[in-house]
């Protein structure tokens, strides 16, 4: 059974609290570098979760002011408008990916009849060379 990592936690957090100056030292000791790791591991976070928060106010103005004709029209539409819109798109996807599997199945056909010829190829010298 794999031991789960909330259990610990709840189970450290159960146990009694160390009694004297010599258990506390021990206990602070014990759990310095799991501190120290996790204090690492919210300050990268931090920084990360700001660079990105950065870059996305950045690419939020830059929409903002390149914003192309189609989604300033698309912005006035009405609900029936956007759900007929929707319903296009989605149409659109489909076919789109019916014209993709067409196109990879006659790939496939055009590499399995290849394949098919130079095994031919080799039977057909294989039955020579043991008729011979």
């Known amino acids: 059974r794999r031991r789960s990592s909330v259990g610990d936690a709840v189970r450290a957090a ?6 004297g100056a010599q258990a506390e030292l021990r206990a602070a000791v014990t759990c310095v570098p799991q501190v120290s ?3 690492w591991g919210c300050t990268e976070l931090i920084g990360h979760t700001s660079s990105l928060k950065d870059a996305l106010e ?3 103005q830059h929409l903002s ?3 192309s004709p189609l989604m300033s029209t698309v912005a006035g539409f009405s609900q029936e408008e956007l759900n007929a819109l929707q319903s ?5 996807k489909h076919v789109c990916r019916l014209k993709a599997r067409l196109q990879w199945y006659e790939w496939r056909g055009k590499l399995e009849r290849r394949c098919g010829a130079v095994l031919d190829e080799c039977e057909a010298a294989l039955e020579h060379d043991t008729s011979a």
């Open 58 to 60: 950045a690419m939020e």
């Open 65 to 67: 002011e390149n914003n």
């Open 88 to 92: 296009e798109m989605r149409r659109l």
């Open 37 to 39: 790791s996790l204090d």
């Open 14 to 19: 159960a146990a009694p609290a160390p009694e």
